[in-house]
């Protein structure tokens, strides 16, 4: 991993957000699979904006508990390079998910409070990378993408043998902050560069990728 830190934009749902998300240094790029949500694409939309891609960038499919047919039906149609389980999939379910479709698997752990950090553990033992997000509360609408944070001091020196992303929350105000505390050398954000929800701004983009210290691309 070279030096610069490494940005997912999530929930991008047009071509000029694609477009965006890439030419700003993006290296990840995620699409979401959960109809509750207001970045949630049909699998025929999400292939015209998979396609628009360009190459190098990581296209992340982001599921909640899906089953293997939906995965199937996703997956034949949208060239997707990792997927994202933002569900209560457990370690075995991550563990079959990987070999069953051979695509490597980004775990998402909630965390709230110390009691949650074990998770973490358990599934950096069988995910290729592991994305620590802010636990939804209760009644939240949906189990990740509400623009909450957790408290970063949870994690500040800790690390996984797999890769890790820090998400939820952050925004280009606070992802320097951050990343200082947590020594993330990847970020996810979503809401945190929306006008409205689904709606990705391209300015709110370029702040973050330059505030996370991110790579430029030309
Ligand atoms: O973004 C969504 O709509 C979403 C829906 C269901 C599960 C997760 C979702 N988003 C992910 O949540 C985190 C944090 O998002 P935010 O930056 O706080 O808005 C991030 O990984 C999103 O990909």
Redesign the pocket.
């Known amino acids: 991993m070279s030096d610069s830190i490494r940005v997912?934009i999530?929930?991008l749902t047009s071509p000029a957000a694609v477009e965006a998300a890439a030419q700003l240094g993006a290296s990840y790029l995620?699409f979401?699979f959960?109809p509750?949500?207001?970045?949630?694409l049909e699998i025929e939309t999400a292939r015209t904006l998979a396609m628009a891609v360009p190459p190098g960038l990581a296209k992340v499919a982001?599921t909640?508990d899906a089953d293997d047919a939906a995965l199937e039906a996703l997956l034949d149609r949208v060239p997707i390079d990792m997927l994202?389980l933002?569900g209560h999939e457990s370690p075995d379910r991550v563990a079959e998910l990987r070999a069953r479709f051979g695509l490597p698997v980004m775990k998402?752990v909630g965390v709230a409070d110390e009691a949650d950090l074990p998770a973490l553990a358990d599934h950096a033992r069988v995910a290729d990378q592991i994305?620590v997000?802010?636990k939804p509360p209760k009644d939240a609408a949906?189990?990740?993408?509400?623009?909450?944070?957790f408290d970063w001091r949870l994690i500040a020196g800790r690390r996984w043998p797999v890769p890790w992303m820090l998400?939820?929350?952050?925004t280009p105000g606070n992802v320097a902050e951050a990343i200082a505390l947590t020594g993330a050398r990847q970020v996810?954000?979503?809401?945190?560069v929306e006008s409205a929800p689904g709606v990705k701004d391209e300015a709110l983009m370029g702040r973050f990728i330059a505030a996370a210290g991110g790579k430029e691309r030309t």
């Open positions: 997912k999530c929930g995620g979401v959960f509750r949500s207001p970045r949630h982001l909640v994202q933002h998402a994305l997000d802010a949906l189990p990740g993408g509400n623009g909450l944070a998400a939820g929350g952050l996810d954000v979503s809401s945190g």
